[in-house]
């Protein structure tokens, strides 16, 4: 949806005559921007925006709820309950307050739980269904299963009276009392203790600035690798919607829209089919921070896409109140922007958090800890207008120009502003919406650098396979406000893992005392070779990179060692890059001539046979293999041996022959996969790390003890320098140390411990 959008506005733009360009062009600030944009909004493109919008509807549909109701229905007859559960869970999304379809999709689900021995979720289910007027004829039912539920949880004691008369005449109302924990299958365990503050920085990080690198962050003492730096809860997040991607287990489904917290069992808004919560409790606090807007915007909202809502929901959680006084200031004395105020006067450049934000309220060591001050560095981050391309700025001014009038057709304005400011002269003059409208063009312009990906565990591959493999996926995009301070590298000194909403930065090596504190943006020397990260980093952060790595790789002529392993078709020979679209044969009595372009394609088919491969592995392992085969035949003709394609390859032969119980046989191309990856990214990589946790599995299943209490002890060393020790992987792998200790007499009878089913 939010392509199409700016497939329009990039159309509008085209059509746009040489005076309405200059115009836009010669806009003196962001308000000027908004009001030349909002001349272009006209009838025919709110018409336009409405079609957009309607192909994404949040009404509730009882067609919808009745239609995954049968669905779940199906799938629980077929005992994939699993199944079952994300589909009434999808039904009760399109389910009305106090129905009695949710009443009887919450049943179904309790019923589903139930046979997935998740007692405690089962029984606040049932008292879901009671509490939306669940048939007096079918009570018995739901009452019976409860009944069941509490033996199973050792409370038999308080089941004998379930089914007495008054039970049977009483009807849950409200909030379920019995709060849901997960069990055996149910959610994955959270990644990392956090406080409940918004924000911890160690006090062995500093803040510095000057004129080259701007606000940043560096350590005044030596910090270890593994050391917390830094823990900030994000200003505000919103989830990435999948949609039908990923059916039935898309991110709107499994993550709460206010917390991010997994949530297999989600509770859905009372008004909209697309946003659920983890609880009650999340709900009404979305509700009354944000969602009162957003849902009423509804499809209009989505058809903008996540940077629009990430922009909006920024803008309602700081208030229109808070946004006015902060704009006040940044046009104060000497028209100084916050953050620049104490670095002019500071002959050592040191700035104190404290020093950009006076006379608000701090807590500690000078980090802004309300919603006032660290809304105050959201609004000092760098929009870079200038250096946007026009039609970018046209397509942003265009959006929240669209908000602005949608808001004010729907006559929402007024609940927009503070009750402690006149609102009669404000909304009269429109000064509400002028300053949502100013803000909104402004976050949005400011995201292109500094929105910051969360990223969540995911287990990936079939759902048989004896080898789990987790990766990080994004599943949401933030506004942070000290993260923001971090600079650039393409070798970054940390790593960051998230829990919900809340980024934890780590040192992934020593940093010494006076070091900068460096976070990559994405372009990364392991993966990218120099040009292509310079030019990432030139369009889109708008300045050139000088960090180790680049240093050390520019001017050297060709690719760098991701890239510059091509062969030569004819004689085997490596090729040599160029600055050209071509490369070289180095033989020179060969001195073949390649297009780059269609070296990158021929991997790009080879890794599109691999991705079929692992699709095929755990159903049709032999398919697999033939197919694997094939690749590795293409890449022997195409790349070196140290490629990181010939990784890949015998990455998937290890999870195939692990499918087929064949260890001995995974744990060898494991180990070649594991070479491959520690070369691409050193020693002390977490991807290093992730490649070592499948290797353990591996040999935990084929019985090869003492090589998998190795290696399990050193895949858990390097995942709890990366990721701490509440991650997923850094857990399981506790675990299977533990059973390892205990071999070989309980090993035997139980081979197969970890497989996932």
């Known amino acids: 949806m939010e392509m199409e959008w700016r497939r329009f506005c990039g159309d509008r733009w085209r059509e746009m005559g040489a005076r309405e360009r200059r115009q836009l062009e010669q806009s003196s600030g962001l308000a000027d921007t908004l009001r030349v944009c909002g001349r272009f909004l006209r009838l025919k493109e709110m018409a336009i925006f409405a079609q957009l919008s309607a192909q994404y509807s949040t009404r509730k549909d009882p067609a919808v709820e009745l239609e995954f109701k049968q669905r779940g229905n199906a799938q629980f007859k077929l005992k994939d309950y699993a199944h079952a559960v994300a589909l009434y869970s999808k039904g009760l999304h399109h389910s009305s307050t106090h129905s009695s379809q949710a009443a009887l999709l919450y049943a179904n689900r309790s019923a589903a739980l139930y046979q997935l021995q998740r007692y405690q979720e089962c029984l606040v289910d049932i008292e879901r269904a009671q509490g939306h007027n669940y048939p007096h004829e079918l009570l018995h039912k739901i009452l019976a299963r409860r009944t069941a539920c509490l033996q199973r949880l050792g409370q038999a004691d308080g089941a004998s009276d379930l089914c007495s008369k008054e039970h049977l005449n009483a009807r849950g109302r409200g909030r379920a009392r019995i709060q849901s924990q997960p069990t055996t299958g149910g959610a994955p365990h959270g990644q990392t203790k956090t406080s409940g503050t918004l924000c911890e920085i160690s006090p062995s990080i500093a803040v510095r600035s000057d004129s080259s690198r701007g606000r940043h962050l560096v350590a005044t003492e ?90 909006l929901r920024t803008v309602l959680l700081a208030g229109i109140q808070e946004i006015q006084g902060t704009e006040k200031l940044e046009s104060g004395a000497d028209q100084r922007s916050i953050g620049e105020c104490s670095v002019r006067h500071n002959p050592d450049h040191k700035v104190e958090l404290s020093s950009c934000f006076s006379g608000m309220s701090e807590v500690g060591n000078g980090m802004p800890r309300d919603a006032q001050s660290r809304y105050q560095m959201i609004h000092s981050l760098l929009t870079h207008t200038r250096l946007q391309t026009p039609e970018h700025r046209f397509i942003c001014g265009l959006t929240a120009a669209a908000v602005c009038q949608e808001i004010r057709r729907m006559g929402l304005e007024s609940q927009l502003v503070s009750d402690k400011l006149e609102q009669p002269a404000i909304i009269a003059q429109g000064q509400g919406l002028r300053t949502l409208g100013v803000a909104l063009l402004r976050h949005h312009l400011q995201l292109v650098c500094n929105a910051q990906a969360i990223t969540a565990v995911r287990v990936t591959g079939g759902g048989h396979s004896h080898v789990a493999e987790m990766e990080e996926v994004r599943i949401a995009t933030a506004f942070y406000c000290t993260v923001s301070l971090l600079n650039h590298s393409c070798e970054p000194n940390t790593s960051i893992t998230f829990h919900n909403t809340t980024i934890i930065v780590r040192a992934s090596q020593y940093i010494a005392a006076g070091q900068e504190v460096l976070h990559c943006y994405g372009p990364h020397w392991s993966r990218m070779a120099v040009r292509e990260r310079q030019q990432a980093l030139r369009s889109q952060y708008f300045f050139h990179c000088q960090c180790t790595a680049c240093v050390r790789e520019e001017g050297k002529v060709g690719m760098d060692s991701l890239l510059g392993q091509f062969l030569c078709s004819y004689c085997g020979v490596e090729l040599q890059d160029s600055k050209e679209a071509h490369c070289t044969c180095l033989n020179s009595s060969c001195r073949l001539i390649v297009s780059k372009q269609a070296l990158f394609q021929q991997v790009k088919k080879v890794r599109d046979q691999i991705g079929f491969a692992r699709h095929l592995s755990t159903q049709h392992p032999d398919k697999a293999l033939r197919l694997l085969s094939e690749c590795q035949q293409l890449a022997c003709t195409l790349v070196s041996g140290q490629h990181p394609l010939q990784g890949e390859i015998e990455d998937c032969l290890a999870q195939t022959h692990a499918s087929r119980g064949d260890w001995l046989v995974a744990a060898r191309h494991m180990r070649k996969s594991k070479e491959l990856v520690q070369i691409q990214y050193g020693a002390q990589s977490v991807e290093l790390g992730k490649e070592l946790f499948k290797l353990a599995q591996i040999l935990f299943n084929g019985h090869v003890v003492d090589e998998a209490l190795s290696v399990t002890e050193q895949a858990e060393n390097l995942l709890l320098l990366h990721c701490g020790a509440e991650h997923e992987m850094v857990i399981e792998l506790r675990a299977m140390k533990s059973c390892l200790q205990t071999l070989p007499s309980q090993f035997a009878r139980s081979p197969k411990l970890y497989r996932r089913e």
Request: one cysteine or more.
């Open 222 to 311: 030596e910090l270890r690798p593994g050391e917390v730096l830094l823990q900030e809860k994000a200003f505000a997040a919103v989830l990435i919607p999948e949609g039908a991607r990923r059916e039935p287990f898309s991110n709107e489904d499994m993550y709460c829209h206010h917390c991010l917290e997994w949530t297999e069992l989600p509770v859905p808004c009372l008004t909209c089919s697309f946003s659920s919560y983890c609880s009650e409790l999340c709900r009404e606090n979305a509700w009354n921070q944000y969602h009162w807007l957003e849902c009423r915007l509804g499809g209009f909202l989505l058809a903008l896409g996540t940077f629009t809502q990430l922009a």
